[in-house]
């Protein structure tokens, strides 16, 4: 495998993209405001809120979640409630 495409190389490359984002997305915000300094922190944390990649990888989890439980429940016990004749 390629350094460049190691898994921790391109979460570094990522996180240093969003860092960077963040810092410039709330230094231009702050333009037409009262400037206040942005501390390494609050970049970090603005740049883990508003990362396109985690929102993403949020909808892929809680769709694997899903699809495990859709596919585990075929093995699951059934509880049917009513009266087993319907209205046609």
Do not use: I
């Amino acid at each position: 495998m390629s350094n460049l495409l190691h898994p921790e190389r391109v979460w570094r490359q990522r996180l240093v993209v969003a860092v960077g984002a963040a810092a410039l997305l709330a230094a231009g915000s702050a333009r037409g405001q009262e400037a206040k300094a942005l501390t390494l922190q609050q970049a970090v944390a603005l740049a883990w809120q508003n990362s396109r990649d985690l929102k993403l990888a949020r909808v892929q989890y809680n769709v694997a979640l899903d699809e495990t439980r859709v596919n585990r429940a075929a093995f699951l016990p059934n509880l049917y409630t009513g009266a087993g004749a319907a209205y046609t």
